[in-house]
């Protein structure tokens, strides 16, 4: 369960780059609307951020599972609108930033409360509680996967003729839409399917800690 809970979020992480930073570029030659950066940025992270609640209290009516599939869905759906939709007024950009907002709010808060789970069960079937290695080796492989992202999103950039602080040809503008909309859905269905397998329900979490306290009762 940790390695199918660490890939997905590190492929969101790394897919979402893509579209996070090159979004103010979007935003600055496709659209000519660089003036409202604030307010762009202020809606999506804002959206995410307060959504941040209503995911937390889904996961305990949902399960965790279900809650993840539910808000990858979501983000599908959000990304497969901002590539089709021909956008082209402020208000139709804030709302769709607000909807893939609202998905995006539940990768933190679902990672960070699913990791602990599979740490238990790692202690459920081995009997060692490796907490801090795995805390450790995550913190490492995240900042791992966003230095290769990055580098990855630099020769991107490149092949389709993006050059900063110059007008832009339709090609690149197209090209630029297609790296901010096409790899991060890929990433969202892998996300989906990963996640589709992971074992740990809420039945399954609370007999696993169960029978890890009975054991510590033991042992004392």
């Avoid at 409202?36 to 889904?58: S, Y």
């Avoid at 539910?70 to 939709?85: E, Q, R, S, T």
């Avoid at 607000?98 to 539940?106: D, T, V, Y």
């Amino acid at each position: 369960p940790f390695w199918i809970v660490f890939s997905a979020i590190l492929i969101l992480i790394s897919t979402f780059l893509m579209f996070n930073n090159n979004l103010i570029y979007f935003v600055k030659y496709a659209l000519d609307m660089h003036e409202h950066q604030g307010l762009i940025l202020g809606v999506l992270n804002g959206v995410t951020l307060l959504a941040v609640p209503f995911w937390a209290f889904a996961a305990l009516k949902l399960g965790k599972r279900n809650t993840w599939l539910v808000a990858m869905a979501l983000l599908f759906i959000g990304f497969c609108i901002f590539y089709i939709y021909p956008i082209s007024a402020l208000n139709e950009l804030l709302y769709i930033l607000a909807f893939i907002g609202l998905g995006n709010g539940a990768t933190g808060v679902l990672f960070w409360s699913m990791l602990p789970d599979t740490i238990e069960y790692g202690e459920w079937k081995s009997g060692i509680r490796t907490e801090s290695s795995l805390y450790g080796f995550m913190t490492f492989a995240q900042k791992g996967a966003i230095a290769i992202a990055v580098i990855i999103l630099g020769v991107a950039l490149t092949k389709i003729g993006f050059v900063a602080n110059q007008d832009q040809s339709s090609e690149t503008l197209e090209g630029l839409k297609s790296l901010m909309s096409l790899i991060p859905l890929v990433g969202i269905f892998i996300s989906f399917v990963l996640i589709y397998f992971y074992p740990i329900d809420r039945a399954l979490h609370q007999k696993l800690i169960t029978e890890i306290q009975q054991r510590g009762e033991k042992n004392d």
